[in-house]
């Protein structure tokens, strides 16, 4: 038995590593020693707990506390104070900003209220590098029950039955992309993870990764039954190095405890699983563009069919799934597919992760059954928009998807009603923006990205999208003429229609979609040469207030361009031909006397 | 590592490690356990609080009743050290006085098991800041 009463359990994702959570834990483990407490209290080093905006984090169990923003000089104090003395440091308890209440466990935060954690179950619960503590949660359970008590078939039927469709972004059914690989015929087959997370402002699979590496392995194992294939590869982005580093930990101790290898649980199923490093292009996320960077070919997608499910990875039959596909397989295995297919809605079952940017409240990594509306995920998880601004718009999907507006918050989240909106789920990336947002500079901002990512090869996807992107830079600069916002639309829709790739037919989307949402906000710019945002900078003026001006040449002085000019005590007057818009005047004047028009 | 080389094995390999997860898995759940609270300042220590957590800790696994026992400051009663403070599932907190082994012994058979007061019951007499702030 144990002899353990108390864990403390420190965040070990990406985010709160950089916010030196190992100092934390080294920390805490110095105290506890100088304490004499090593025996009784126990430190783990976990996944993502998901609340990054207040991380590091801290949650002393078994009374649930939630420490937030620790320190690694907070060490003393939790050791002192909530350890040996039993009192909750309180000035490290989160801090409700809405009902401005202190909230001493995660159970009654709004940040975890609706959260269902079914792919995260073990993120911020369980240390990734430990491969016992995946086992004491049932880990491998699944695929001991695969291989010892079910048909290839009837594994196959479990993930049809539960409705599970693919998380990387398309929606595809899992059950039917497996049945397909396994009914063709081949010696060798391959089962491929996704890992090359692309999406600006996304990062599940990386958390999932870091924090729970042996679902993925397990799932990858289970599909290696299912289809017949006994080799797996995990294709993963050289820019995540601690997901590497802990899949490196996890897969050296699933073959110590010949969970992965040959004759696994001596039912003669062999399997084993290796890693396959990306350089981070955007299009090596589409499946064929993947398996060509794999082979040590150009990352450039070729047009299906063939589908990877008859000739992938080196011509031979291969299943492609997502990080976050592979972490739910264990489960819906264990639970039954009928329990899977009870959560979400009609079309989309079970649960879906998403990451939380851009102007809101609670950044960080939160996950719900489908069907949760976006005013619950903004609102009430995400905590709403910063600073009290008003909401403008939510970008799902990443720079293939499309925003949402207002009109948009009670529509529940699936796949197919993002779609009907003009969306799509995408990875799940969620980038919240705000009234200062201008939309027009937030289409430019995806288009920056998919010129920059495109690999090339056709031309709809090279040119087009270079062209969309010049236009969009001179809508901002405010050379953009009436006639161009039809330009947009037109050359989007061919793009969209004669792209090669998922990459380049989705990437006119933030456009059109801006144009449909924001129409005013594009005739403000051709026709007005205004921003409504202000933050297109070509299209402001400042001007100086006749009323409020004192004549006290702080403004003049601190501009940089001598664009302000006016004797002491007479009204000022800015060039707006010199002017550079650098805002130190605004910033400067003590009598609101300057403003932008 | 030894090989796990069956199913069955596993399967064991789990139930060896799943107590060690116990105090994690239970706090996601407190509500539905038994709470046990330890005064543990200097004056409970002295008092023999250290042993009164050890023995509840061990006992109540014993016994198989699924229970969070952790320790807290100084609760201000003084003279009637070691305090304890027991929290069955929907349940008022109850705080015990003078607890001794024996004593502790009948708060697990009598209270906790049946609900049946025993001696020892110090009355809560006091409002905190943390039953207006945190809510309990």
């Known amino acids: 038995m144990s002899k353990y009463s108390m864990h403390l359990l420190v965040c070990g994702g990406t985010g709160c590593h950089s916010s030196e959570s190992d100092a934390i834990v080294c920390n805490l483990r110095d105290e506890l020693e100088a304490k004499g407490l090593t025996e009784k209290v126990q430190v783990i080093l976990t996944g993502c707990f998901g609340f990054c905006e207040k991380g590091p984090i801290v949650k002393v169990m078994p009374d649930n506390t939630f420490y937030v923003q620790v320190k690694p000089e907070d060490a003393q104090p939790i050791v002192e104070e909530h350890v040996i003395k039993g009192r909750k440091v309180t000035r490290l308890l989160y801090h409700d900003p809405k009902t401005n209440e202190i909230v001493g466990d995660s159970k009654h935060m709004g940040f975890f209220k609706k959260q269902l954690r079914v792919v995260l179950r073990n993120c ?3 240390n990734p590098e430990n491969i016992d503590e995946y086992i004491a949660r049932d880990g491998y359970q699944a695929l001991g029950k695969v291989l010892s008590e079910m048909t290839p078939e009837q594994v196959i039927k479990v993930i049809k039955d539960s409705g599970q469709r693919g998380r990387g972004g398309a929606g595809f059914p899992t059950g039917l992309k497996w049945e397909i690989a396994s009914k063709n015929k081949s010696d060798q087959k391959y089962v491929v993870c996704n890992a090359d997370e692309g999406d600006p402002g996304a990062f599940m699979d990386r958390s999932v990764l870091e924090g729970d590496p042996h679902s993925v392995l397990e799932a990858m194992a289970i599909c290696g039954y299912s289809i017949g294939a006994s080799e797996g590869l995990i294709y993963i982005r050289a820019e995540y190095p601690m997901a590497i580093h802990r899949l490196k930990i996890a897969i050296g101790q699933a073959r110590e405890y010949g969970l992965l290898g040959k004759d696994i649980f001596g039912t003669g199923f062999n399997f084993d699983i290796s890693i396959r490093y990306g350089a981070g292009a955007f299009v090596c996320g589409e499946e064929t563009a993947l398996i060509h960077s794999m082979e040590g070919l150009r990352g450039e997608p070729t047009i299906k069919p063939p589908f990877p499910a008859e000739a992938g990875y080196r011509g031979k039959p291969s299943n492609v799934n997502n990080v976050e596909t592979f972490a739910a397989i264990p489960v819906i295995i264990l639970k039954g597919a009928e329990w899977f297919s009870k959560i979400g809605t009609e079309k989309s079952k079970g649960t879906k992760v998403f990451a939380l940017a851009g102007k809101i409240n609670n950044v960080g990594l939160i996950e719900v059954p489908m069907g949760t509306t976006l005013r619950e995920i903004i609102f009430e998880i995400g905590g709403g928009i ?14 293939s998807g499309g925003c949402l507006t207002e009109k948009h918050l009670d529509v529940p989240i699936d796949f197919d009603n993002l779609i009907a909106a003009g969306s799509m789920m995408g990875s799940g990336g969620m980038i919240v923006m705000d009234e200062d947002n201008c939309m027009v500079s937030v289409a430019k901002f995806f288009l920056d990205f998919t010129v920059e990512e495109s690999c090339g090869k056709c031309a709809p996807c090279r040119i087009g999208n270079k062209r969309l992107h010049e236009l969009l830079g001179q809508i901002c600069e405010g050379k953009g003429k009436p006639e161009d916002l039809d330009r947009l639309r037109n050359m989007s829709m061919v793009i969209k229609d004669t792209a090669l790739c998922g990459l380049g037919q989705t990437s006119p989307n933030p456009v059109l979609s801006t144009l449909d949402n924001f129409m005013n906000e594009y005739t403000a710019h051709v026709i007005a040469k205004k921003c409504p945002s202000g933050e297109c900078k070509s299209l402001m003026e400042y001007v100086v207030n006749a009323e409020n001006c004192v004549g006290c040449t702080a403004c003049a002085r601190v501009c940089p361009v001598n664009a302000i000019s006016g004797e002491r005590k007479e009204i000022h007057h800015i060039d707006p031909a010199i002017c550079i818009k650098c805002g130190a005047c605004k910033e400067k004047c003590k009598f609101d006397a300057i403003f932008i028009r | ?16 490690l799943k107590t060690g997860q116990d105090i994690r898995k239970k706090a996601i759940d407190t509500e539905n356990h038994v709470q046990v ?13 250290k042993t009164i957590m050890e023995f509840f800790m061990e006992q109540l696994e014993r016994r198989n009743i699924p229970a969070v026992v952790t320790q807290t400051g100084c609760m201000g009663y003084c003279y009637a050290e070691p305090t304890i403070e027991v929290k069955l599932p929907d349940q008022d907190p109850v705080v015990f006085g003078y607890v001794d082994l024996k004593r502790a012994d009948q708060i697990i058979e009598k209270y906790i098991k049946t609900g049946e007061l025993v001696d020892g019951i110090i009355p809560v007499n006091y409002e905190t ?7 309990g």
């Open chain 1, 124 to 126: 911020g619960f369980i």
């Open chain 1, 386 to 399: 910063r600073n009290g601004k008003k909401f403008k718009a939510v970008q799902t999907g990443g720079p």
């Open chain 2, 1 to 16: 590592m030894p090989k796990i080389k069956s199913f069955a094995d596993l399967k064991k390999k789990r139930d060896e």
């Open chain 2, 37 to 49: 609270k330890v005064a543990m300042a200097t004056c409970g220590i002295a008092s023999g609080a």
């Open chain 2, 129 to 135: 800041i943390d039953s207006k702030e945190i809510g």
